[in-house]
């Protein structure tokens, strides 16, 4: 099933509720996600070193999974999921700007807090854009 994310295209950027603060996610790179699940936009991603593929953040891993490398826009259209249950599939990702945590995806038990520093040394920033009762 499609998450659609209801993107406004303005200008020649799309500004997705994934991005948080004042400018947009502009800088992006070509990641290549590893096969067996499904990939939510907002997706935190590590890099594995061994293999040159990304996988969900997960601090219990090792390899370079344990840390934040990009954030998951997706493929053609920003707002979809990435089908990558069957093959190591090429997504967009964005690898610096500000990033609404509410939005974001981690692996195993992680939450953006397990991550909130390692990901400001990269670039990257887990704002909170909305309400949450008691924080």
Known sequence: ???TLGITPIGRFDYSP???GDRPAAVTLTVTLKAGKVYKPGSVLGY???TGLCDLVNS????GLQKPYAVLAGIDRYGEDVD???DDTVAAAWIMGEFAREFLTFGGTDTYQTHARAAR???MIFRQTATAPNE
């Open 48 to 50: 594995e070193d061994a």
């Open 18 to 20: 994934i991005i948080a």
């Open 121 to 123: 040394d990269v670039g």
């Open 1 to 3: 099933m499609t998450r």
């Open 84 to 86: 990558a249950t069957a």
């Open 60 to 63: 219990s891993l090792t390899g």
